[in-house]
């Protein structure tokens, strides 16, 4: 049983510390099971967070790791980015350590009067020496099938994006958000840099990722995830964000594990599962 106790952080909202014996810590509240800080012992702070984030019931934490579920974005009937991220999650303490934490969300009468189905979904965060491994799970307990999509919705800090690197997209099918879905093209070239917005999905992405600035490297792995989300408000969009100050766009970059494309299918009883584990490299 973990000795852990639940902490008060940001507008008293409880959350749970992780501590590797290396030094590493995370912090992750059971609001949206969010993780909002992923330091490394020698490399310091490896996430953003909007410092003019909400910390609010029903508003979403921006920065840090939001879990989408269980629609991406505006691609379905309901609410962007579904629900999960803005719903208190039980915190595991039996399964949980100092060094990761699970917590649950289970179907209720709201996720039901926005989402029609049962499911139980389990996420865990675990610390090792100089990596963040996400893993999270839904169970289909209705009694039909039942389609969803979703994220890992990582915010990566960074000294600044327009300076930085993504590398292991040579190739890749994409799609830019406001051009036609139907309209796609593909990655010339190993490199992607970003020079102002830019909300992009790479489809069919199953290699690792690397994300290289002034900082670090981050060696970037899905599983159970099929495509990559890049994205970044740019100048103007960060404007229209009332969470983020309008200069503070450099500092971040997203990219996210996600099923976009392709709807997860998943029969009565069947479990899916997606993990996103990234590896700080000096650079």
């Known amino acids: 049983m973990s000795s852990q106790t639940l902490q008060t952080g940001a507008s008293n909202l ?9 030094g590493d810590r995370a912090e992750i ?59 208190n999650w039980q915190w595991d303490e039996v399964a949980s350590s100092a060094c990761c934490a699970e917590f649950v969300l289970e179907s209720s009468a709201e996720t039901r009067n926005a989402w029609p ?13 100089g990596a963040l491994l996400m893993q999270l799970q839904v169970r289909n307990t209705s009694a039909q099938a039942m389609a969803f999509t979703n994220a890992l919705h990582t915010y990566l800090a960074s000294p600044d994006y327009r300076a930085g690197v993504l590398s292991g997209v040579a ?5 830019d958000n406001g051009s036609p879905w139907e ?15 830019l909300d992009r999905v790479y489809f069919n992405a199953v290699s690792p990722l690397i994300w290289k600035d002034a900082a670090r490297s981050l060696v970037i792995q899905a599983e159970g995830f099929s495509d990559v989300v890049v994205w970044n408000p740019g100048t103007a969009g ?7 100050a309008d200069d503070d766009f450099p500092n971040m970059v997203c990219v996210e594990a996600a099923n976009v494309a392709q709807p997860t299918q998943l029969a009565p009883g069947a479990l ?7 590896v700080v490299q000096e650079s």
Request: glycine residues 12%; contains cysteine; charged residues 15%.
């Open 238 to 244: 960060a404007q229209g964000l009332s969470d983020m």
């Open 14 to 22: 409880p959350c749970v510390h992780l501590c590797h014996p290396c």
């Open 117 to 129: 189905f049962d499911f139980v979904a389990r996420y865990r965060v675990e610390l090792t020496p």
């Open 29 to 87: 509240y059971t609001h949206g099971a969010h993780v909002t800080s992923w330091q490394t012992a020698q490399q310091g702070e490896q996430l953003y967070l909007s410092r003019e984030s909400f910390f609010a019931p029903g508003k979403a934490i921006r920065g840090g790791v939001p879990v989408i579920f269980p629609q991406f974005g505006a691609f379905g009937p309901g609410a962007k980015h579904g629900f999960a991220r803005t719903m």
């Open 272 to 278: 899916w599962c997606g993990s996103q584990r990234i």
């Open 171 to 175: 190739g890749l099918e994409f799609w």
């Open 183 to 197: 309209q796609r093209q593909q990655q010339v070239g190993d490199e992607l840099t970003i020079n102002d917005a």
